[in-house]
Nanobody, 124 residues
Framework: QVQLVESGGGLVQPGGSLRLSCTAS????????MGWFRQAPGNEREFVAR????????VYADSVKGRFTISRDNAKNTVYLQMNNLKPDDTALYYC?????????????????WGQGTQVTVSS
C-alpha cells in the first residue's frame, strides 16, 4: 500500500505561482509513474500531468501546457508540480496519484493509489 501526502497548496493571486509536492511512503517509489489531477466543485476529476518512473516521459493536459511543470526526485520519494501564471480556472483540489503500469494513461480509474489532496485557490 502506497501512502501519498500532498502539500504546497494555498491562496494565490492570478498570475502567481505555487509548487505542489507529493511524498510517498513507499521505498519503491521509482517503480510507479506519477500523475497530478484536480477536481473543482461540481466537476469531475481531471488529468493535469503525468511523469514516468524515471522522468523521461511527461504528458500534460492542454489546459496547463506551458504553465505547469511536473518533475520527480526518486531519492526523496517526491513528485512536484510547479504551477506558474495561475488562473482562476486552476482553482481546485489537487491530487497526486501513483500508477503501477508504464503505459501513459490519463483516466483517474487507471491509477492505483491516491493522496488526500491539497487545495489551490486562485483569486484576487
Amino acid at each position: 500500500q502506497v501512502q501519498l501526502v500532498e502539500s504546497g497548496g494555498g491562496l494565490v493571486q492570478p498570475g502567481g505561482s505555487l509548487r505542489l509536492s507529493c511524498t510517498a511512503s513507499e521505498r519503491t517509489f521509482s517503480l510507479y509513474a506519477m500523475g497530478w489531477f484536480r477536481q473543482a466543485p461540481g466537476n469531475e476529476r481531471e488529468f493535469v500531468a503525468r511523469i514516468s518512473r524515471v522522468g523521461l516521459a511527461i504528458v500534460y493536459a492542454d489546459s496547463v501546457k506551458g504553465r505547469f511543470t511536473i518533475s520527480r526526485d526518486n531519492a526523496k520519494n517526491t513528485v512536484y508540480l510547479q504551477m506558474n501564471n495561475l488562473k482562476p480556472d486552476d482553482t481546485a483540489l489537487y491530487y497526486c496519484a501513483a500508477d503501477k503500469e508504464a503505459i501513459p494513461v490519463r483516466a483517474p480509474g487507471e491509477y492505483d493509489y491516491w493522496g488526500q489532496g491539497t487545495q489551490v485557490t486562485v483569486s484576487s
